[in-house]
């Protein structure tokens, strides 16, 4: 069974930088979409940051400029560098791997808090 561990969420202050990673344990089947996301307390889990397993980049606006998603290089890690935090940046970030082809899975870390305050 794969597991992902998150690790690199702490309090910052606002103009601050982190740097998520995420390791993958166990074997990951083929190069899988790696990507982040945030859930900050009341809300829905959304898409922070992606890479396809085809290498193309996405991010959610509000982070565009701001934040970097990387591949380590082994394809079992995953970045997220976050320069100039902001207090909304405040949220449980998680890192995910999937796939749908040829052997469909969706693995979640237990997910690592991020602060943004003063």
């Known amino acids: 069974q794969v597991q992902l561990v998150e690790s690199g969420g702490g309090l910052v202050q606002p103009g601050g930088s982190l740097r998520l990673s995420c390791a993958a344990s166990?074997?990951?089947?083929?190069?899988?979409?790696v990507g982040w996301y945030r859930q900050a307390p009341g809300k829905q889990r959304d898409l922070v940051a992606e890479?396809?397993?085809?290498?193309?980049?996405n991010y959610v606006d509000s982070v565009k400029g701001r934040f970097t998603i990387t591949r380590g290089n082994a394809k079992n890690t995953v970045y997220l560098q976050m320069n100039s935090l902001k207090p909304e940046d405040t949220a449980v970030y998680y890192c995910?791997?999937?796939?749908?082809?040829?052997?469909?899975?969706?693995?979640w870390g237990q997910g690592t808090q991020v602060t943004v305050s003063s």
């Open positions: 995910n791997f999937r796939r749908n082809w040829p052997l469909k899975y969706d693995y």
């Open positions: 166990g074997s990951i089947s083929n190069l899988p979409t």
């Open positions: 890479i396809t397993s085809v290498g193309n980049i």
